[in-house]
């Protein structure tokens, strides 16, 4: 985490994002998005920045979603890259194909697409998940667009952005429960936030350190220790 903006009750998480955005350095930066940041204002501001991004598109784009989806056919069959990649894992199996086009706007000069500053290249991204028991499988095809040009790059960077959620979101509620908390008055919920990241932090290197394979296991025998035994510990 290396920035937060309080979004009061007469914000919104757009407004969050610009704020972000203009605290951080950007330069050779890849910045991914979730679908409520997909605004064209938003990608300006990345490029403006010397930044690339990566963003999904869904419903609230929905033209610019039709238009990255009219690309994936025939027509264009010559143009398109396909990479794949499996993982097994937790009881299923994880297929996810990812088609790409570079450049698509010199395919079709008349793309509603030329509104996204910087944006050189659209991918769609299809995950087939099967599990092992049943052998029953879910399928979900999503939409991307991005101002880098390199295919497998952007595959990479997909599948960490959501490395955010599992490591740090995730792990905030399970091992705080912050989305249980009660802590409302005033600026105490946004304070407690910051130290559970920073406890956060502290415990993931403290992990790493003893080579632990349970958070949990790890966090109560912490509990159990003096500041001065775990800071002995050189993090």
Same mark, same amino acid.
């Given at each position: ?6 979004? $009061?009750?007469? $914000? ?58 009219? !690309? ?48 050189? $290249? ?53 091992? !705080? ?53 775990? !800071?002995?510990?050189?993090?």
């Amino acid at each position: 985490s290396l920035a937060q903006v309080y979004i $009061s009750t007469k $914000s919104n998480e757009i407004n969050a994002i610009r704020e972000i955005l203009k605290a951080l350095d950007l330069r050779d930066s890849v910045i991914t998005i979730d679908a409520i940041g997909t605004q064209t204002e938003i990608a300006k501001a990345v490029v403006e920045k010397e930044g690339d991004y990566i963003l999904q598109v869904k419903d609230n784009q929905k033209l610019t979603k039709e238009e990255v989806q009219s !690309f994936f056919c025939p027509l264009y069959d010559a143009h398109i890259v396909h990479q794949e990649q499996k993982d097994f894992g937790h009881g299923r199996i994880e297929t996810r194909t990812m088609s790409s086009i570079v450049d698509p706007l010199s395919l079709d000069p008349d793309s509603t697409l030329d509104k996204w500053n910087g944006l050189k $290249s659209i991918h769609m991204m299809t995950r087939v998940r099967t599990d092992k028991k049943t052998d029953k499988s879910t399928s979900e095809t999503t939409f991307y667009i991005s101002s880098l040009t390199d295919g497998t790059e952007v595959f990479k960077l997909i599948r960490e952005h959501w490395a955010v959620e599992n490591k740090l979101h995730y792990m905030l509620d399970m091992l !705080f429960r912050e989305d249980y908390s009660t802590k409302r008055a005033g600026n105490a919920a946004q304070n407690m936030n910051i130290i559970n990241k920073i406890n956060l932090t502290i415990i993931q290197r403290l992990k790493d350190k003893l080579k632990a394979t349970s958070t949990l296991r790890l966090r109560k025998k912490l509990a159990r220790m003096t500041p001065e035994e775990i !800071f002995e510990m050189e993090l």
